[in-house]
């Protein structure tokens, strides 16, 4: 059956998501210990987040259940957890919202997608695209837009910095010189460097996207005011032209989709409206329970005192574990930054190419990811494709005990790839 253009662009796998096919297919049937997996994006099950959390649906299950479980709800989100995040940004950040300014969804990356659909493509204008100011960002977002060349990435400055570390700047002359963005979309901190968003740069992009009169989306899904498990540069701001999102599933709540939107109505209302006529509204049972820990107190405890800690030690621990085992005569650099959930490394060498060495990882039963998925068709961007190939994702999920016999592996993988080309 013939599908239509957008079907076609939908029906496709990312990179990403092709790799992360093959990773169910390679270790279906596994033993537990038998494949490293380095390459996945699920947080880490820290114990503290992991108790909340049953703690919190079990009350929601108990108390809630008639109106969150056995009827519908609003589209915009439940009065309860409207109300919550009402309340818990008015006490933090000391903004004053109404649920006009709100909008919840089955995670925010489905708000993210409702934003693609309303602000970018064919329209009066023209065509308008999603633009990211500052890749490599995170490779669901190249599944938002359905059509065909819709979403588009501006590729970052490098600089070196001393020893083996480098991190990437926004490019404002380069974003300035576009004239198709209908959106413009950002995480920060990011996925998969870790860095984040300084106080100027926020600014530079604010005042671009109202020069354009176009929203700034800004998913602060690894950030503030939570789960903070990455460093933070500029906590989020209300602003017209900006519209933050929120996750619950990087403070350990993943498998129930749950996020929300936070901006000036013209941009919320749509979203609301687009919510109401695709998925009618988010799972209501996590809506509560969500509410609950936002409301006394939980979340940020939980935050600050477990979710926090625990990526930034686990950061070190890589950090070092890089240092002691990694072939002291390669040219490798890890992107800078404290906590996060993944390391983002750069091997800048001529007979380095990502998907080499995930094909030769893989053989030796050991996935990461690699680079190029994480930028918008680099292959195609002078001077993009020679960094984008040689640069690569471990994640720093998975127990310490993997995490020491992957980069070891790795390090075997890297002194075979420089020995054979010399």
């Not at 960094?387 to 790795?410: M, P, Q």
Request: with cysteine.
């Amino acid at each position: 059956m013939p599908l239509s253009l957008s079907g076609t662009k939908m029906a496709g796998l990312s990179g990403l998501r092709s790799i992360m096919e093959d990773v169910a297919a390679s270790t279906a049937g596994a033993s537990a210990d038998e494949w490293l997996n380095l390459s996945v994006g699920n947080p880490a099950p820290v114990p503290a987040a992991r108790d909340m959390w049953r703690a919190a649906l079990a009350e929601s299950a108990a108390e809630d259940f008639d109106e969150a479980g056995c009827r519908y709800g609003p589209s915009r989100g439940s009065h309860a957890l409207v109300e919550a995040v009402a309340h818990y940004f008015h006490r933090t950040y000391g903004w004053e919202l109404g649920p006009e300014n709100i909008v919840v969804g089955p995670g925010s990356q489905m708000v993210c997608f409702a934003a693609a659909a309303l602000f970018a493509g064919p329209g009066l204008h023209g065509d308008r695209r999603i633009v990211l100011p500052l890749v490599p960002d995170y490779t669901g977002y190249q599944g938002l837009c359905m059509h065909e060349d819709g979403i588009v990435g501006v590729a970052p400055l490098i600089h070196r910095e001393g020893g083996p570390r480098f991190r990437y700047a926004l490019d404002t002359q380069a974003l300035r010189r576009r004239t198709d963005i209908g959106m413009m979309l950002v995480s920060s901190p990011g996925n998969p460097t870790g860095r984040a968003l300084s106080r100027a740069d926020l600014d530079e992009l604010t005042a671009l996207a109202a020069e354009c009169e176009v929203p700034l989306f800004v998913d602060n899904a690894y950030g503030a005011p939570f789960p903070r498990i990455a460093e933070v540069h500029t906590e989020p701001v209300l602003n017209d032209s900006v519209v933050n999102c929120f996750s619950a599933s990087k403070a350990g709540l993943p498998g129930e989709r749950i996020g929300f939107a936070i901006g000036h109505p013209k941009y919320i209302g749509p979203i609301a409206s687009f919510m109401s006529n695709s998925v009618l509204h988010a799972p209501q049972l996590a809506q509560h329970a969500l509410a609950r820990v936002m409301a006394d107190g939980r979340l940020d405890a939980t935050t600050s005192t477990a979710i926090t800690p625990y990526y930034r030690e686990k950061k070190r621990f890589v950090e070092e574990l890089l240092g002691e085992l990694l072939p002291a005569d390669v040219d490798w650099r890890m992107h800078s930054g404290d906590g996060g959930m993944f390391c983002w490394l750069w091997v800048d060498h001529p007979w380095f190419d990502d998907t080499t060495l995930y094909r030769r990882l893989k053989e030796r039963k050991v996935f990461v990811v690699p680079g190029r998925h994480f930028f918008v068709d680099p292959l195609r961007t002078p001077g993009l494709a020679e960094h984008a190939t040689r640069c690569f994702r471990l994640s720093l999920s998975a127990d310490e005990k993997v995490i020491i016999e992957g980069v070891h592996r790795l390090a075997d993988v890297l002194r075979e790839m420089r020995d054979g080309a010399a």
